[in-house]
């Protein structure tokens, strides 16, 4: 199956680092046998927005992984962004999207948004729940555990759970990125 992981967000100003995680769950990913349809791509999001934590990119990382592999994937994911992301930081709202086969010729004006402009939070959940993808975001919740919002399509028509608004803003970079491969 095809896999698309965008992450987001997982610096702050005094270290760390979204490509740096990404970097590393390449190796780890390698070892798994994972094989990458692409290289993984950076998207430098609108340097100008005032929550940015640094550099303000996100990195997305595409796939082909067995089925029955997915769920070590994106435990893999998971436990990398809660590992080494800088949660002590105030600003740093780490989030990652998930997203099985094509891309949504949808993301390519929402990735056009997020490198040019702002983006609202309405926007970045809308576009989860059209593409049926699914996400998790941290942090500006009163816990430092992540919280799941699964598309309507993905959950069976369940409601979705309530998410951070300043981790999911965030995290609306992620997805954008899935549309600047060549």
Known sequence: MLLHIGL???????????TYIG???IEELVAL????????NLL???PNV??????NGAVCLRMEVEAAMEGVVRRMVVDAVEGQAEFQCGNT?????????????????????VVQGVVTLEEALSLIDDAGAQAIGYKNMGSSSGHWR????????????RCSPIGWLRTAGAPGCW???P
Request: some cysteine.
């Open 150 to 161: 699964q598309s309507a399509a993905s959950r069976g028509g369940t409601t979705p759970s």
């Open 8 to 18: 987001d967000d997982t610096d702050s100003p005094e270290g760390g680092c979204t």
């Open 179 to 181: 549309m600047r491969a």
């Open 44 to 46: 430098r999001l609108n």
């Open 93 to 113: 709202n780490p989030g990652v999207v998930f997203h099985t086969g094509d891309i949504p010729d949808s993301f390519k004006d929402f990735s056009d948004k």
């Open 50 to 55: 005032p929550w940015k934590t640094r550099g």
């Open 33 to 40: 046998g994972v094989r990458f349809t692409d290289y993984p």
């Open 23 to 25: 970097a590393r769950l």
